[in-house]
């Protein structure tokens, strides 16, 4: 259950509120009509993600505008905000969402005012999390949104993502999340402060994809501000292809992340539930995880990383949801490569392949590997560090995802 402590307020300020809330019937990025009435039935569905993690320390009294873009459209926008971190509480005096500009700015006239159970206000215990309450109109797909939040209270540790590949914005003093301008916004950030998910009402049986992995789905060394992640050139093919009714994608890559082991963020076993489970609409779970287990000193066996997976593939049925595994990608040339390791991989690559465990397999290893040197990855999907792909790897990545492998019954 999601705890949160409401403040206190007048009914004249609770009536004020009722009246914005309903004047702002004006769409979040296009006006609702007549003709674009919400349907009788909609599925809630995961448009936006990113783990959260331990950030630097909780700064009291700033605003932040948290840049996301979305991957399945749909209305009724809803926000979730995460302390799951944190050692203390932390209130939100105000939040904004609003289609963005360009930067830090706003559309004009589109920056809407989120609630929480009615209120302005929510304060989020240590632990917890909290969704807004609907906002009324519609987001598109494939669209960049400004969310702003005004922290008026908070101390110890800030809860958050660090990798975002995606340049947020800080108003270093008070409260300008209604602001439409980015002339306070003068502190740049790739940090994701508090957000950790958004979700939309989408038309009836639409689902979602969760991506869960480590840096290579974090996005390191594709290109920052451009949306190259592997699973936000995934998000584009499913928005496209009208055969699936996968359109939400949610990325819940933390970089340096183990299946096993704690470190950068908790261990994938760990966090499943938070980042994964809880996802809404969540249909598939893309499992691509195993690297830094295995280049880790010391590393587990192949065994252990396979019973982990095995504990992941079970869980998640257990939830309802499908399993496809991705195969371990090459990294000879990295610096921790050793044969050992490699003989791990190549044992984890053939029962992710054969063992049946998983509904579905993405090979993701026989799309970016050298036929020449199968340890090594092909120069032309290799970013130079020879762990990560390029820009152009993390397509070829997301064009090996087969979108009718991504469906099971469960």
């Known amino acids: 259950m999601i705890r949160t402590e409401l403040p206190r307020h007048s009914a004249r300020r609770a009536r004020h509120a009722a009246v914005v809330l309903a004047l702002a019937l004006t769409a979040l990025v296009a006006v609702p009509t007549a003709s674009s009435a919400r349907p009788a039935a909609a599925t809630e569905v995961v448009t936006w993600a990113a783990s959260a993690d331990r950030l630097d320390a909780a700064v009291p009294g700033r605003t932040h505008r948290v840049v996301v873009h979305t991957s399945a459209g749909g209305r009724d926008l809803r926000v979730r905000l995460s302390n799951a971190f944190g050692e203390q509480p932390v209130t939100f005096g105000r939040a904004y969402a609003g289609p963005r500009a360009s930067g830090a700015a706003v559309v004009p006239g589109r920056n809407r005012a989120l609630t929480f159970r009615g209120a302005a206000s929510v304060t989020v215990p240590p632990g917890g999390?909290?969704?807004?309450d609907p906002l009324p109109g519609t987001v598109r797909p494939g669209a960049d949104l400004a969310i702003s939040l005004y922290v008026r209270d908070a101390a110890g540790t800030a809860t958050g993502h660090r990798m975002g590949l995606q340049t947020s914005y800080i108003a270093p003093e008070g409260d300008h999340a209604a602001e439409e301008s980015d002339a306070a916004y003068t502190e740049r950030t790739t940090f994701r402060h508090y957000l950790d998910a958004v979700v939309v009402g989408a038309p009836a049986g639409t689902g979602a994809v969760v991506a869960l992995g480590d840096s290579i789905t974090?996005?390191?060394?594709?290109?920052?501000?451009?949306?190259?992640?592997?699973?936000?050139?995934?998000?584009?093919?499913?928005?496209?292809?009208?055969?699936?009714?996968?359109?939400?994608?949610?990325?819940?890559g933390i970089s340096g992340n183990k299946v096993l082991g704690d470190g950068a963020g908790v261990s994938a076993l760990k966090r499943l539930d938070r980042d994964v489970l809880s996802q809404r609409g969540l249909r598939t779970v893309i499992l691509l995880e195993g690297v830094n287990d295995i280049k880790a000193t010391p590393a587990p066996t192949a065994a252990e990383l396979i019973d982990g997976y095995r504990q992941i593939i079970a869980r998640t049925h257990a939830a309802g949801a499908c399993v496809a595994g991705a195969t371990v990608m090459p990294y000879e040339g990295w610096g921790e490569w050793k044969e050992s390791g490699e003989a791990v991989r190549r044992e984890v690559n053939a029962f992710i392949?054969?063992?049946?465990?998983?509904?579905?397999?993405?090979?993701?290893?026989?799309?970016?590997?050298?036929?020449?040197?199968?340890?090594?990855?092909?120069?032309?999907?290799?970013s130079g560090d020879h762990l990560h792909p390029n820009d152009a790897g993390m397509e070829a990545m997301s064009d090996r995802v087969d979108p009718r492998a991504l469906r099971c019954s469960r």
Not at 129 to 132: G, N
Not at 356 to 378: C, E, Y
């Open 218 to 252: 974090d996005g390191a060394v594709s290109t920052p501000d451009t949306n190259r992640r592997w699973p936000d050139f995934l998000a584009a093919r499913l928005r496209d292809d009208r055969r699936t009714s996968l359109k939400g994608v949610a990325n819940e």
């Open 129 to 132: 999390s909290v969704y807004s």
């Open 353 to 382: 392949r054969d063992s049946g465990a998983f509904d579905a397999v993405v090979d993701f290893d026989a799309v970016v590997r050298d036929p020449a040197a199968p340890a090594r990855m092909l120069p032309g999907y290799d």
